[in-house]
Structures are given as structure tokens and as C-alpha cells.
């Protein structure tokens, strides 16, 4: 199905009739995005419901909160809900044609060759470098009592990235590339989105082509070495009628799931750091767990092994979403929970939101790992309560890599170092593009 260009006079036409406001003059919501109060107050949710209107970025948008909404979004029966269109308009400059700004048949065609490279036998074969990473990484921390984690976790799990998704390992280049990641992230949420020298829309652009600049070169020799890592076997991979990748298509998705894998994996274990550092009961739970296990790293199959981490990781996804919410645009005029929406609509979809909503989450703002138990097993309640990783067609091709590495990564650490941070002491997030800590989350640090 070919996504075909709209009349220009239906350019995001919202009916007043779907409930909500267009918030200030000319700016509309932007603030409240960019304090983040946008994916973490409900008050919008209390007042006009679960599919709102709202203004911001110069954009007139809908604002899709709660599971069945949302789930009518990402299940997409009448294929009215594109991805590409929707994300194109924030973030297409800097990750374009990733695999998630790819739409219907495209999508489906680049996914199928993709999953390849997803595979149990590949996964397994990316961790024993993932666990070499990670030790060496590890070994080098410090003991201290100001660790900013945050930082000293982005940068092991670039180092992972590198290794794991590229055989190489960075040297000087490691601050250039992760700076380039993180301006092309932050860059979605411009205010003026044009190239000014300084600002975050132009540092993104700028950002993007140091990205190609590394990856290009060094493609030739990925399509005619035999390499096990992710960017070998996205040069090599064929689907069953033997089509491949281009070298842009190698570019496109490299530079997004490098950025998916590197960003929102810290996001998670900074997330988990904060939390068994304010309950050190399920600190040292998930690390009996570890010494249990009688290893220094991680085999794939010792995952299961790892119940109570494996709650931890899903309870830190719900409290702190690493993808808070997800773009789309429609390519037909349709509804959500009855309500009319026309063609060319930005639709957004709120998953952290989803995520604190007491109707499916008792006391949501508490940490609970064991809602995710097999006793209780809240995410259950509906298919769409818990979505940190999406749902439909584009669910999250990395999710089980992602695990894979929070638990590679975690269980090494928990044997290596206990960490605490002070009494009373909350983590600030900043919500203006994917959340992190405003302070850098720091820890008191000490060996086991």
C-alpha cells in the first residue's frame, strides 16, 4: 500500500468536536511537552478523555491516552494510521527511513529481511561480545559517592552498540558519535525547526551526517568479510527471494537501531539503578539472584533464571517509559473509540501515560515488580495495558536484544558493586525528549 500526498487545504484538520483546547496563542501545548507534563499529568485524560485534541509545534494534533484507544491506533485494522508520516514531521531529518518510519508493504519488506538479523541463534551469537563489553566496561568504574550513573551507563552501552551491532571498538570517536546520538534524538523536540548553527535542529542535521560519515566507508568490507555483528548481517541478509538491503537502507537502519538500542537501554538501567538504589531490598534480592546463578556473565538460556531482575526491568519500563509515546499520521479519515478523526491528522499516542492510569495499575506511581508476577500479572488485565515496546506491525524488533542486554549488563553489575543514593532523595526526569535524569542520577558507588 503506497502512502499518496493529501490535498494541501486537509493539512491537519482537527474537528472541534473532539474534545480538548488549543492551549496558548501560537504556542499551544509546546510548553507542556517540553516540560514533559505532557506525558505525566492526566489532567487532560480527567477532564476530556482518552482521545483529545491539542496544538503544539505548530502542528494541530490528537492525543490518544489509555489501552483501548491506543491498542485501536497500533492494531490498525482499516491501515489508516501510518508511522512515517507521523514521525517524519519530528524526528524524519535524523533517522529517516528507519525501519520505523517505514509503512505498509515497505515496512513489512524491510522487516521481514531485518528479522533475520533477530534471530535466537544471532542473539546468541551477539552476546559473548555484549558480555566482554560489559566486564571490561564495568571494571573500569570507580568506587565513589557522586557516580553520575547515567553517564557512565550511556557510555557503556554505546561501547555495547559498537561492539556488538558494528565488531569494532571506539576510541576517540566514542564522544563525537555519542553526542551525535543524542543531538539527533533531542532534536525532535526543536522549537524552530530550521538549520540556525547552534540549535537543536541544526546539531540534529549535524549529527546525522557524522552518522553516515562513519557507517559508509566501512560498508564494502561488511558485505565481503564474514562477521557476526549486526551491521555484517545487515549487509549480508537476503529474505527467501534473496532481496537485500542497499547501502542506504544499511545507513537508514543502522544509525536507528543504533540509536534505539543505545538510548533507550540506558534509559531502562538508569531507571532500575534508581530504583534498587531506593529499595535496596530488591537490590539485594536481584543479586542473590545473580550469585545463585554461579556465573560471571550471562548465557542466553540463563535469562530465565533471572525472575525477579526480569520484574524489576518490567516495572522500570511502566514507571519510567523509555518511549513515551509514539507519532502517527492518518492517510484516511477514520475514528478512534468512535470518535471522527480525518485524513492527515497527527495522531499521537501516550504510553507512559497508559502506563500510570489506576484504573489498570493499582497505586501507579508506586514501585511494584511483582504486578508483573504470575500471581498477579497486571500487565495481563489488558493486551494494551503495558506497551514500552509498542504493539501491532510495528512492535519493537528489538525488544528480546534489549533484554538480552539490560539483564547482561545488570547482572554483571550487581556482582561487581552495590550502590545506594540519599534518604528522601527523588530522581529528577526530564520528559523534553526521551526521559533521562536532569542530575545524571548520582550514586554512592562501592565494591561488593
Given amino acids: 500500500m503506497a502512502i499518496e500526498a493529501l490535498p494541501r487545504k486537509s493539512r491537519s484538520r482537527v474537528p472541534s468536536a473532539v474534545p480538548g483546547d488549543t492551549g496558548l496563542p501560537l504556542l499551544g501545548h509546546t510548553l507542556s511537552v517540553l516540560k514533559g507534563t505532557y506525558y505525566t499529568d492526566r489532567t487532560r485524560y480527567d477532564r476530556y478523555g482518552p482521545v483529545t485534541r491539542m496544538n503544539a509545534f505548530g502542528m494541530k494534533a490528537v492525543m490518544v491516552q489509555g489501552p483501548d484507544g491506543v491498542g485501536e491506533v497500533l492494531q490498525n485494522r482499516d491501515h489508516a494510521f501510518a508511522s512515517g508520516p507521523g514521525w517524519s514531521y519530528l524526528i524524519g531529518p535524523f533517522f529517516r527511513r528507519g525501519l520505523m518510519l517505514l509503512d505498509f508493504d515497505e515496512h513489512h519488506a524491510h522487516k521481514r529481511i531485518m528479522q533475520q538479523a533477530f534471530t535466537t541463534e544471532r542473539l546468541t551469537t551477539y552476546l559473548d561480545p555484549m558480555n566482554d563489553v560489559l566486564g571490561l566496561g564495568l571494571d573500569g568504574w570507580i568506587e565513589t559517592p557522586d557516580l553520575k550513573i ?15 551491532f558494528m565488531g569494532a571498538e571506539l576510541g576517540t570517536e566514542a564522544d563525537e558519535l555519542n553526542r551525535a546520538f543524542s543531538d539527533c534524538v533531542r532534536a525532535g523536540t526543536a522549537i524552530l525547526r530550521f538549520p540556525m548553527p547552534g540549535l537543536r535542529w541544526s546539531r540534529g542535521l549535524s549529527g546525522r551526517r557524522r552518522l553516515e560519515a562513519y557507517l559508509y566507508p566501512q560498508i564494502p568490507a561488511k558485505r ?23 547501502d542506504d537502507d544499511i545507513v537508514n537502519h543502522m544509525i536507528f537501531l543504533l540509536m534505539a538500542a543505545h538510548d533507550t537501554t540506558t534509559i531502562t538501567m538508569t531507571t532500575m539503578a534508581y530504583y534498587l538504589a531506593t529499595h535496596p531490598e530488591w537490590q539485594e534480592r536481584v543479586r542473590a539472584e545473580s550469585v545463585a546463578l554461579g556465573k560471571d556473565a550471562i548465557s542466553f538460556t540463563d535469562q530465565e533464571e533471572l525472575v ?48 500510570m492510569l489506576d484504573e489498570y495499575w493499582p497505586e501507579p506511581t508506586k514501585f511494584d515488580p511483582e504486578r508483573f508476577s504470575a500471581e498477579r500479572h497486571e500487565d495481563k488485565v489488558h493486551r494494551n495495558a503495558w506497551i514500552p515496546f509498542g504493539n501491532g506491525v510495528h512492535k519493537c524488533i ?14 554483571q553489575l550487581l556482582l561487581r558493586y552495590r550502590w545506594s543514593v540519599p534518604d528522601g532523595y527523588v530522581m529528577p526526569v526530564d520528559w523534553s525528549s526521551l526521559p533521562r535524569p536532569k542530575d545524571g542520577l548520582p550514586v554512592h558507588l562501592e565494591r561488593v
Avoid at 553517564?151 to 552498540?161: C, F, H, I, P, S
Avoid at 518511549?323 to 485524513?343: E, H, Y
Avoid at 528489538?398 to 547482572?411: I, S, W
Fill in 150 to 164: 547515567y553517564k557512565a551507563l550511556k557510555q557503556l552501552t554505546l561501547d555495547v552498540a559498537t561492539r556488538t
Fill in 224 to 246: 565481503a568479510g564474514a562477521g557476526t555483528d549486526l551491521f555484517s548481517a545487515l549487509c549480508q541478509i537476503t529474505d527467501e527471494d534473496g532481496n537485500g538491503f542497499s
Fill in 308 to 355: 525477579s531482575l526480569d520484574l524489576v526491568m518490567k516495572e522500570c519500563m511502566r514507571l519510567v517509559t523509555a518511549v513515551p509515546g509514539v507519532a502517527r499520521r492518518t492517510v484516511k479519515p477514520t475514528q478512534v473509540l468512535g470518535i471522527d478523526i480525518p485524513a492527515d491528522t497527527f495522531v499521537s499516542c501516550n504510553f507512559h501515560g497508559t502506563h
Fill in 398 to 411: 528489538g525488544l528480546y536484544f534489549g533484554g538480552m542486554q539490560v539483564k547482561a549488563a545488570m547482572h
